[in-house]
Nanobody, 115 residues
Framework: QVQLVESGGGLVQAGGSLRLSCAAS????????MDWYREAPGKQRELVAV???????NYADSVKGRFTISRDNAKNTMYLQMNSLKPEDTAVYYC?????????WGQGTQVTVSS
């Protein structure tokens, strides 16, 4: 079992920045992929960014150049640095981790970007 706890969400004006964190615990088998997803009201949950245990990353086109995903394997923590935020980035952001064949989810953290 892996427990994930997100933090760092909040209200920010357009053009501002936020840094989300996702702390993982209980990862006895080790964590492979870690991802950030987001879900806006009335929309499906979408992948924002992914990072492998080796540090390879990939991003949704909508956030490329503005968001940076990173992880500290020693601390079992993943981050999402979000810059140049736009109102359309408003959503609940979820972190996810894959350990073995299982995928785990955090409880989500709200990000609201005002225009």
């Amino acid at each position: 079992q892996v427990q994930l706890v997100e933090s760092g969400g909040g209200l920010v004006q357009a053009g501002g920045s936020l840094r989300l964190s996702c702390a993982a615990s209980g990862s006895g088998r080790g964590i492979n992929l870690m991802d950030w997803y987001r879900e806006a009201p009335g929309k499906q949950r979408e992948l924002v960014a992914v990072i492998t245990s080796g540090g390879n990353t990939n991003y949704a086109d909508s956030v490329k150049g503005r968001f940076t995903i990173s992880r500290d394997n020693a601390k079992n923590t993943m981050y999402l640095q979000m810059n140049s935020l736009k109102p359309e980035d408003t959503a609940v952001y979820y972190c996810s981790a894959t350990s073995g064949l299982a995928r785990y989810w955090g409880q989500g953290t709200q990000v609201t970007v005002s225009s």
